[in-house]
């Protein structure tokens, strides 16, 4: 259903209101799905037989990139029975329902929050999905069949619970797998999904839902499987206070010492949350290369905290933005999570030490380390085309000054067109192909099948 930009042809994206690069005023010119040069004020491209996107009223950035979600979660949004609760009890809350999850229902939670997120400028998205009940074990390859009907670029993790009820955890045992099972399956998805390189488009990494609901044997042998494979690692941390209580009491230690006993503490890792890390710990994170997925509506929303970003990055940790599951957010818009960190950061730090250029900067180089792809987030020549143009044109926007920063502080929060690997699969502030009305009213239907029970 994507549009090909051009495929044989360099297209200049010429002469856009603002571009998030030094050195780019007139544009940036895409072949083969990377950005092959910039156009400085005054200047042409130097490469000869392009064809041309006017681009006089679109801001371009480069795409963002999303770094915690559980699409499922979409069909859980706003549930009278989860809201108002902490991280436990919300969880407690919710569970029964997501152990109903059918491969049909999940096709459409993911394609709903992949086109919202598409919808919002983002480009490359991870996801996080760790519940498998009976008849739900291809619930990867269901994401990697979405991803690509949809032109997005993502890193899927293979999540997984073995700590059910019956062994002290808080999940119900219908939605927990043995860890034989589990890591079985974990090389299958990496062997059939897993593309190497600058240009992959779908990725695999592996993630326990949190340390707490797998067992030390499962920590354990998902680093090792992650190193024997070469994928990434990720999985939730000191997300509350709780979980430092139950770790001291359970473990007798913290949750990153824990994560390391596991072997997890280096740059395979990124860690959503990262909430209550003390002063030491941080520069430990950063001298391992561990990189945190920050999720302000999320951590809003669920009062769990806020994120140290400032120290952190002084710590040498690099900060990527997520929106996390939709039944703690309710939204999938990414553009809007850059708002929203922007806004709780400089709450925190003041106005001189967080701009509305560092949540963007979050959102694209940051989420691109988180990743571990540092051939995206970033328009520059030789890096991906990913882009993500916004119009001015709404009430919004009315009057705005400085069109970068009209981004973020007037609320921007649907993209008009939108570029990944040099292909459009937004335009006109649509999917082309996708019948939005029509998966809404499928969506919605699963969504309260799934409540009802
Ligand atoms: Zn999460």
Not at 87 to 109: I, N
Not at 132 to 144: R, T
């Amino acid at each position: 259903m994507s549009q090909e930009l051009s495929q044989q042809q360099p297209v200049w994206i010429k002469d856009p209101l603002a571009i998030l690069a030094e050195g780019a005023e007139r544009g940036v010119v895409v072949d083969r799905g990377r950005i092959v040069e910039l156009v400085p004020a005054g200047a042409m491209p130097g490469i000869s037989g392009v064809t041309v996107f006017e681009a006089g009223q679109h801001v371009i950035l480069p795409g963002l990139i999303n770094t915690h979600h559980h699409f499922y979660q979409t069909l859980t949004r706003a549930l009278p029975a989860a809201m108002d609760r902490e991280l436990f009890p919300w969880l407690q809350a919710l569970y029964p329902v997501w152990a109903r999850l059918t491969p049909e229902a999940l096709d459409l939670g993911v394609t709903v929050a992949m086109a919202e997120l598409l919808l919002s400028g983002c480009t490359t998205t991870t996801d996080h999905h760790y519940v498998f009940p009976a008849g739900l074990e291809d619930a990867v390859d269901i994401e990697v069949a979405v991803a690509k009907r949809l032109g997005m670029r993502v890193l899927l993790t293979r999540g997984s619970m073995n700590r059910s009820q019956r062994d002290g955890g808080l999940p119900p045992d219908s939605v927990v797998q043995d860890e034989d099972t589990i890591l079985a399956d974990s090389e299958r998805v990496v062997a059939k999904h897993h593309e190497r390189g600058e240009d992959a488009m779908v990725q695999i990494a592996l993630a326990p839902c949190s340390p707490f609901s797998v067992t030390t044997s499962l920590m354990r042998a998902t680093s090792a499987l992650a190193d024997k494979l070469d994928v990434r690692l990720h999985t939730h941390l000191a997300e509350t206070e709780d979980e430092n209580s139950f770790c001291e009491a359970t473990l007798g230690c913290r949750p990153l010492d824990y994560l390391e006993q596991c072997g997890w503490l280096g740059r395979r890792t990124w860690l959503a949350h990262g909430i209550f890390f003390n002063a030491a710990e941080m520069q430990r994170i950063g001298k391992a290369g561990t990189s945190i997925s920050h999720c302000a509506c999320s951590n809003q929303i669920l009062a769990s905290g806020c994120c140290p970003v400032c120290e952190m990055e002084e710590a040498g940790v690099a900060i990527g933005l997520g929106v996390d599951g939709s039944a703690s957010n309710d939204a999938s818009n990414l553009m809007q999570e850059v708002r929203a960190a922007f806004l709780l950061q400089r709450a925190r730090y003041g106005v001189t030490r967080v701009s509305h250029k560092d949540a963007l900067r979050w959102a694209t180089k940051g989420s691109a380390a988180c990743v571990g792809r540092p051939e995206l987030g970033e328009i520059a020549t030789g890096k991906a085309a990913d882009l993500a143009l916004f119009k001015l044109d709404e009430l919004r926007f009315s009057g705005a000054g400085d069109p970068i920063a009209a981004l973020v502080l007037c609320g921007a929060h649907r993209a008009d067109r939108v570029l990944v690997r040099g292909r459009w699969v937004v335009t006109d502030g649509a999917i082309p192909g996708l019948d939005l009305t029509d998966v809404i009213r499928r969506h919605s239907a699963a969504a309260r099948k799934m409540q009802a029970g």
